[in-house]
């Protein structure tokens, strides 16, 4: 089965930066995207952030500008950079990744969950 470990999260300045971690570990697997969600309370989770196999990227548009997604398909990892961070980015960031294993099952997994508290 599929792990994914993720780190970074914390409290942090409006304005401030942090850089969000996950890896996906396990094996037997290739993974097609992986990507950062958000649920604050009360809400709904929400994507964030996604980035394929190949590359390609989508983010909400509430942190276009802001936040970067890239990934490190030899390690199975996917960082988000959050630079200029508001205090209605505070939510519990959560890790997903969608691939499938050599046997031909696919998977869709979830971390979880960091963290991220933006207030002065």
């Known amino acids: 089965q599929v792990q994914l470990v993720e780190s970074g999260g914390g409290l942090v300045q409006p304005g401030g930066s942090l850089r969000l971690s996950c890896a996906a570990s396990g094996s037997s697997f290739s993974i097609n995207a992986m990507g950062w969600y958000r649920q604050a309370p009360g809400k709904q989770r929400e994507l964030v952030a996604r980035?394929?196999?190949?590359?390609?990227?989508n983010y909400a548009d509430s942190v276009k500008g802001r936040f970067t997604i890239s990934r490190d398909n030899a390690k199975n990892t996917v960082y988000l950079q959050m630079n200029s961070l508001k205090p209605e980015d505070t939510a519990v960031y959560y890790c997903n990744a969608y691939g499938r294993y050599y046997s031909g099952r696919f998977f869709d997994y979830w971390g979880q969950g960091t963290q991220v508290t933006v207030s002065s």
């Open positions: 980035i394929t196999s190949g590359g390609s990227t």
